[in-house]
């Protein structure tokens, strides 16, 4: 016992050591909320044989369960479950990296597996959400919001894989490489990406989510439109 609660206790030591303070500056949401449960599920899976990409698969599959919640079930209960599953997946999100970190399996299939995961997440986790704000709280423009969340989940996707294949195409140089030495506004408005389940909760509580969702249209179309400027000028300084 003592044992397993002293490897309970390294992982905790590596993590605050090492990445939590890169994680507040750039993903200050998941560092705060759901690494802690993360590392815990981690360190329980880790005595066991379940592999990093297992826990990638389950995450998986609550996606066909947010879509057959939403169609099975009235849209006030649809969205409550909606919101434990999208809080579970970013969860099992966290937990899979460290796994393969802490039982020294780390591959390029998983990291691939957990990208595609994750991009799907968006489309799914998005999309649902909009298609019951429309029946729970409708709000007055043609664009429905489960149209408005599609589109913002293509922004974030989009947003994501401009700035991953920019960076395979054109690398950094190590200045840039760096992880930002302080936090920023777009720190904090990065910080928020995982938070998206939680903070659908709070607007549903105050009875403001076509507010949110709004919200969320808009940042994720200038995601898009930031990441392409910094890629234009940084394949022009490439290229000159």
């Given at each position: 016992?003592?044992?397993?609660?002293?490897?309970?206790?390294?992982?905790?030591?590596?993590?605050?050591?090492?990445?939590?303070?890169?994680?507040?500056?750039?993903?200050?949401?998941?560092?705060?909320?759901?690494?802690?449960?993360?590392?815990?599920?981690?360190?329980?899976?880790?005595?066991?044989?379940?592999?990093?990409?297992?826990?990638?698969?389950?995450?998986?599959?609550?996606?066909?369960?947010?879509v057959l919640a939403a169609i099975l079930?009235?849209?006030?209960?649809?969205?409550?479950?909606?919101?434990?599953?999208?809080?579970?997946?970013?969860?099992?999100?966290?937990?899979?990296?460290?796994?393969?970190?802490?039982?020294?399996?780390?591959?390029?299939?998983?990291?691939?597996?957990?990208?595609?995961?994750?991009?799907?997440?968006?489309?799914?986790?998005?999309?649902?959400?909009?298609?019951?704000?429309?029946?729970?709280?409708?709000?007055?423009?043609?664009?429905?919001?489960?149209?408005?969340?599609?589109?913002?989940?293509?922004?974030?996707?989009?947003?994501?894989l401009v700035r991953y294949n920019l960076?395979?195409?054109?690398?950094?140089?190590?200045?840039?490489?760096?992880?930002?030495?302080?936090?920023?506004?777009?720190?904090?408005?990065?910080?928020?990406?995982?938070?998206?389940?939680?903070?659908?909760?709070?607007?549903?509580?105050?009875?403001?989510?076509?507010?949110?969702?709004?919200?969320?249209?808009?940042y994720s179309l200038g995601d898009v439109?930031?990441?392409?400027?910094?890629?234009?000028?940084?394949?022009?300084?490439?290229?000159?």
């Amino acid at each position: 016992m003592a044992n397993q609660f002293l490897r309970l206790q390294n992982l905790f030591g590596a993590y605050f050591a090492g990445k939590y303070s890169e994680e507040l500056r750039t993903d200050w949401g998941s560092a705060i909320v759901y690494r802690s449960p993360a590392l815990i599920l981690t360190w329980l899976l880790s005595a066991t044989s379940i592999k990093p990409t297992t826990v990638t698969a389950i995450a998986a599959l609550l996606l066909p369960a947010m879509v057959l919640a939403a169609i099975l079930c009235q849209p006030v209960d649809a969205l409550a479950a909606v919101l434990v599953m999208a809080v579970l997946f970013q969860i099992l999100d966290c937990t899979d990296g460290s796994l393969a970190r802490a039982t020294g399996r780390v591959s390029v299939s998983g990291h691939y597996w957990d990208l595609v995961t994750d991009l799907a997440y968006r489309g799914v986790a998005y999309t649902v959400v909009g298609y019951l704000a429309d029946q729970i709280s409708p709000w007055p423009l043609a664009l429905n919001q489960a149209t408005a969340l599609a589109l913002a989940a293509w922004g974030a996707a989009l947003a994501r894989l401009v700035r991953y294949n920019l960076d395979r195409l054109a690398p950094s140089t190590s200045s840039e490489q760096q992880a930002p030495d302080r936090f920023t506004f777009f720190s904090f408005l990065s910080g928020l990406d995982t938070l998206f389940p939680i903070i659908v909760a709070i607007a549903w509580a105050l009875d403001a989510i076509p507010i949110f969702i709004a919200w969320i249209a808009l940042y994720s179309l200038g995601d898009v439109l930031i990441s392409i400027i910094d890629a234009h000028k940084r394949l022009n300084a490439l290229e000159s």
